[in-house]
Structures are given as structure tokens and as C-alpha cells.
Nanobody
């Protein structure tokens, strides 16, 4: 079993940046493709970005392409989401997910507890 713990969320002004981290324990992350999802109040959880186990391929939602970057450091058992040029519509709880692939919530078996990102306009 893998435990995922997100950190790095907070309050930021529009146009600012944040870097989210997802640290794993219980098993090495290098076995898994990883992803970030987000859920805004009153909305369904949606795909943000994903990365293969060896960082060979990444994928982004159109809404964040060019602004967000997903990366990983398997030696540190950590996945990151660098978020630049943040907009008010990026406000959501951000979740780390693992052991899966694709853009669907049910495509992943491991989930963190989430970290709140609030962007003020």
C-alpha cells in the first residue's frame, strides 16, 4: 500500500506561482505513473496533469497547458506540480494520484488527501 501526502498549497494572487509536492511512503513511486487532479467547490474532480514512471511522457489538461509543469524525482519518492501564471479559476483542492494512467478519476488506485490552492483575483 502507498500513502500519498500533498503539500505546498496556499493562498496566492492571480499571476503568482506555487509548487505542489506529493510525497509517497510505503512503496517506491518509481513503479507507478502519477497524476494530479483538482476539484473546485461544486464541481467534479478533473484531470490536471500526468507523468509516466520514468518521466518519459507527460500530459496536461488544455486549461493548464503552458502554465503548469509536472515532474518527479524518483530518488526522493516525490512528484511535483509547478503552477505559474495562476488564475482565479485554478482555485481548487489538488489531489495527487498514482498507479494508473489516463485522465479519468477511476483510472487511479492511490490518492492523497488533497491540498487547497486559492487564487485571489
Amino acid at each position: 500500500q502507498v500513502q500519498l501526502v500533498e503539500s505546498g498549497g496556499g493562498l496566492v494572487q492571480a499571476g503568482g506561482s506555487l509548487r505542489l509536492s506529493c510525497a509517497a511512503s510505503g512503496r517506491t513511486l518509481s513503479d507507478y505513473n502519477m497524476a494530479w487532479f483538482r476539484q473546485a467547490p461544486g464541481k467534479e474532480r478533473e484531470f490536471v496533469a500526468s507523468i509516466t514512471w520514468n518521466s518519459g511522457s507527460t500530459r496536461y489538461a488544455d486549461s493548464v497547458k503552458g502554465r503548469f509543469t509536472i515532474s518527479r524525482d524518483n530518488a526522493k519518492n516525490t512528484v511535483y506540480l509547478q503552477m505559474n501564471s495562476l488564475k482565479a479559476e485554478d482555485t481548487a483542492v489538488y489531489y495527487c494520484a498514482g498507479r494508473g494512467w489516463g485522465t479519468e478519476v477511476n483510472g487511479y488506485g492511490y490518492w492523497g488527501q488533497g491540498t487547497q490552492v486559492t487564487v485571489s483575483s
